[in-house]
């Protein structure tokens, strides 16, 4: 290397298509020239040897502004200082020139930045030490390169500042559209520029999700497995403190539909495992829910899940825990202050801590029940509520009091409904073992269990006689004619005899309603149990597990409900 200054032939040298910097400004340039024709260039150019061509051309490392004002100016020799260097170190040197300029824009501090970053290995801490700036002005700068086309205009314009910019950065370019179209329609006529506090409050509110009121945990791993877990995310503004200063501990989501989805996995799993392994848990609803809510939570009731609706006007009462107080933060408050902080939080604690027992102690109560939110607020959270009534005491009839009483049958009702949920499941879990073998197709004679079964769908086919004799006279019946089935059946084979009646039997016996028709259910059960022992057996041993935790948690919240007086 060497800081000879040697004058070199305007037309030697040669502009670089390494240098990063594509834009001039021409009315800068033409300052720039007369400058030039007044007292000439007073900082020499910085040029290599041009490898291809040979030494007799030389490639512009530094000065382009200037080797541009000169062209204009009309000089035919410029002062350079050459050196060896070779491409990564050139453009080194471009970046490194460019980011000193005294006007340079936030946007070519970025691609500068990201430049070194891609052609040269650095990372943050080494171009802040390099540049002397801290490393949560690189992070902001280098965030800056995600900025969408749309927004970048906006700044071009001068319609948005580099404090907009800095704040919409932050986003995915998915949400970062969802803002632009919701709130920076500046085609409109109205459309005025807001200030940071503004933006921030937009996004806070319609982009962003608090994860501490996240229902689900934030390190589980399967909820989504492709996102992976919130903590560590790059999507939660925890992860890069120095990137999102302001932001809660605990983090904000910045992915609206990667929050929402887990949501509603955590939420399915919930719902799915109170409904198995918590008979004393009521799903609930808030008196007021949204219309997709609505057609949820009636789909729920329909399929005969029990629901209520745990609101004032249900007759319920939310209990609410009370509020931590937060401590005081030594900081924030001059010498001789914190210690009347610290007293005001000790009195905080101790009415904190005697409102938080009198709530353990409420909801441990057999007066107050646990609800699981199936829609609203708090949709997929626990929570605790209690009667509102004006007759409190004690039912005439039983010596009980009321509320025990009534939730004694709530769950006697939910007892036997859960009976059953089980016997639905395991006659549904039958039809598909035995469509599964292939049941149909048999042509081996009858059983002695299938004829039963067949006997038992007969009941609903016979002639008028015989039905009275055994059911009782029955009015206004319509009786199916079969005098036309019987000229086929005569030439049916063996075979097709075994075929047909199985045929007719999985039809009939096949049903969505096993509560309502048992004894086709129970038929259905039968014959799977003959023919598939172990399928059956596993899937009835199972429900009947069910079954039994949850009249074993039941029955003990009736004991418990019976000693109330």
């Given at each position: 290397m060497t800081t000879q200054i040697t004058y070199y032939k305007l037309k030697q040298v040669k502009i670089s298509g390494l240098n990063p910097r594509k834009h001039f400004d021409e009315d800068s340039l033409n300052e720039l020239a007369e400058s030039i024709k007044q007292v000439g260039i007073l900082s020499p150019l910085i040029c290599r040897t041009n490898t291809k061509t040979g030494a007799a051309l030389l490639e512009l490392v530094c000065g382009e502004r200037r080797y541009r004002a000169a062209k204009i100016a009309g000089l035919e020799e410029v002062p350079v200082i050459t050196r060896d260097l070779t491409d990564a170190e050139a453009i080194d040197l471009m970046i490194t020139e460019n980011l000193q300029r005294k006007d340079v824009t936030p946007f070519e501090e970025a691609e500068a930045f990201q430049g070194l970053v891609n052609q040269r290995g650095y990372d943050t801490k080494m171009l802040a030490a390099r540049f002397g700036k801290p490393e949560a002005f690189i992070r902001m700068r280098l965030k800056l390169n995600d900025l969408i086309e749309d927004f970048r205009m906006l700044f071009d314009k001068d319609l948005i500042g580099v404090g907009h910019a800095q704040e919409i950065c932050k986003l995915s370019q998915k949400v970062q559209k969802a803002v632009f179209e919701k709130h920076f329609n500046y085609k409109d006529s109205w459309w005025n520029t807001p200030t940071i506090?503004?933006?921030?409050?937009?996004?806070?509110?319609?982009?962003?999700?608090?994860?501490?009121?996240?229902?689900?945990?934030?390190?589980?791993?399967?909820?989504?497995?492709?996102?992976?877990?919130?903590?560590g995310c790059p999507k939660n503004t925890s992860s890069d403190t120095l990137l999102f200063l302001?932001?809660?501990?605990?983090?904000?989501?910045?992915?609206?539909?990667?929050?929402?989805?887990?949501?509603?996995?955590?939420?399915?799993?919930?719902?799915?495992?109170?409904?198995?392994?918590?008979?004393?848990?009521?799903?609930?609803?808030?008196?007021?829910?949204?219309?997709?809510?609505?057609?949820?939570?009636k789909n729920l009731i329909k399929s005969g899940t029990q629901a209520v609706e745990l609101s004032c006007s249900g007759g319920f009462r939310k209990i609410e825990p009370p509020d931590k107080p937060d401590a005081p933060d030594s900081e924030g408050y001059e010498?001789?202050?914190?210690?009347?902080?610290?007293?005001?939080?000790?009195?905080?604690?101790?009415?904190?801590?005697?409102?938080?027992?009198?709530?353990?102690?409420?909801?441990?109560?057999?007066?107050?029940?646990?609800?699981?939110?199936?829609?609203?607020?708090?949709k997929g959270r626990i929570v605790y509520y209690e009667r509102i009534r004006e007759d409190k005491g004690s039912s005439p009839a039983s010596g009980k009091d009321m509320y025990a009483r009534e939730r004694m049958e709530e769950l006697q009702a939910k007892d036997e409904r859960n009976g059953e949920l089980a016997f639905e499941k395991t006659y549904f879990a039958v039809k598909d073992i035995i469509k599964a073998n292939g049941y149909i197709k048999k042509e081996d004679a009858l059983t002695p269990t299938e004829e039963t079964a067949l006997y038992t769908l007969m009941l609903g086919r016979l002639d008028g006689d015989t039905e009275n004799e055994i059911f009782g006279k029955v009015k206004g019946r319509n009786w199916i004619e079969n005098k036309l089935k019987y000229p086929a059946a005569i030439k049916l084979t063996t075979g097709q005899k075994a075929k047909v009646a199985r045929n007719f039997l999985k039809k009939e016996l096949d049903n969505g309603t096993p509560v309502q028709m048992e004894s086709e259910a129970k038929a259905l059960i039968s014959i799977a149990r003959e023919f598939y022992p172990e399928d059956t057996a596993k899937v009835e041993i199972e429900q009947q597990g069910i079954y039994l935790r949850r009249k074993e948690g039941i029955e003990k919240k009736i004991a418990e409900l019976e000693t109330v007086k």
């Open positions: 506090k503004e933006l921030k409050r937009w996004i806070e509110q319609d982009f962003t999700l608090k994860l501490s009121d996240a229902i689900f945990e934030l390190h589980d791993l399967t909820l989504d497995r492709k996102a992976g877990a919130c903590n302001d932001a809660p501990k605990t983090g904000i989501c910045l992915d609206i539909s990667c929050f929402n989805n887990k949501k509603v996995v955590q939420f399915n799993r919930e719902l799915a495992h109170i409904q198995e392994q918590e008979p004393d848990i009521v799903l609930g609803y808030p008196g007021y829910i949204y219309e997709d809510e609505e057609k949820f939570v010498d001789g202050e914190i210690e009347e902080a610290l007293k005001d939080y000790q009195d905080e604690l101790e009415d904190y801590e005697n409102k938080l027992k009198e709530y353990n102690e409420t909801i441990a109560s057999c007066k107050c029940a646990k609800g699981f939110m199936v829609a609203g607020h708090d």
